[in-house]
Antibody, heavy 115, light 112 residues
Framework: EVQLVESGGGLVQPGRSLKLSCAAS????????MAWVRQAPKKGLEWVAT????????YYPDSVKGRFTISRDNAKSSLYLQMNSLKSEDTATYYC????????WGQGVMVTVSS | DVVMTQTPVSLSVSLGGQVSISCRSS???????????LSWYLQKPGQSPQLLIY???NRFSGISDRFSGSGSGTDFTLKISRVEPDDLGVYYC?????????FGGGTKLELK
């Protein structure tokens, strides 16, 4: 059974950093691209980042480019999202998901950016 | 960026009824490789989104044949027949043809 379990969320002040993790199991992690998708409270879905199987290629929307970094450790079947210079508009539930399409999703982890 | 527009924003249905949700993209979703990466997701209350349909019309594993997807180019439709209580929630379309990947704003399906 495919499982994606996020961790690392919490309350953080604007301008600070936070790193999310996603532990994957039930499939050969190194064979799949992986991604992060977020959902602000009561809002829709927004794609945040994608990483290739080896980690050599990464993709971001303009809203997070230069501030967020996606990475992976295939030996540990783990995905990460380093979030720097956080803003209030980054407040959201962050989902780890397997693209494309997003066939499996984690349960999500809440990130609140507030002073 | 490809803008995905879903209509209606909300929909009321009676159990056992049929509904259609429209999703239109601002650009063609046909990839250079000939595939059209248009997917549909359902987010039930308090849950993570789940994949229903991928590449326009392919049902994901375990998804009932009451769900069907159709369309081409920039115009797509999700149809749900014989609506059941477990179908209620917010439906999203999403495109993976072109970066940045984008989603529609969502359609909330409620009971009449």
């Amino acid at each position: 059974e495919v499982q994606l379990v996020e961790s690392g969320g919490g309350l953080v002040q604007p301008g600070r950093s936070l790193k999310l993790s996603c532990a994957a199991s039930g499939f050969t992690f190194s064979n799949y691209y992986m991604a992060w998708v977020r959902q602000a409270p009561k809002k829709g879905l927004e794609w945040v980042a994608t990483i290739s199987t080896s980690g050599s290629r990464t993709y971001y929307p303009d809203s997070v480019k230069g501030r967020f970094t996606i990475s992976r450790d295939n030996a540990k079947s783990s995905l990460y999202l380093q979030m720097n210079s956080l803003k209030s508009e980054d407040t959201a539930t962050y989902y780890c998901a397997r693209p494309p399409p997003f066939d499996y999703w984690g349960q999500g982890v809440m990130v609140t950016v507030s002073s | 960026d490809v803008v995905m527009t879903q209509t209606p924003v909300s929909l009321s249905v009676s159990l056992g009824g049929q509904v259609s949700i429209s999703c239109r993209s601002s650009q063609s979703l046909v990839h250079n490789n000939g595939n059209t990466y248009l997917s549909w997701y359902l987010q039930k209350p308090g849950q993570s989104p789940q994949l229903l349909i991928y590449k326009v019309s392919n049902r994901f594993s375990g998804i009932s044949d009451r769900f069907s997807g159709s369309g081409s180019g920039t115009d797509f439709t999700l149809k749900i027949s014989r609506v059941e209580p477990d179908d209620l929630g917010v439906y999203y379309c999403g495109q993976g043809t072109q970066y940045p990947w984008t989603f529609g704003g969502g359609t909330k399906l409620e009971l009449k």
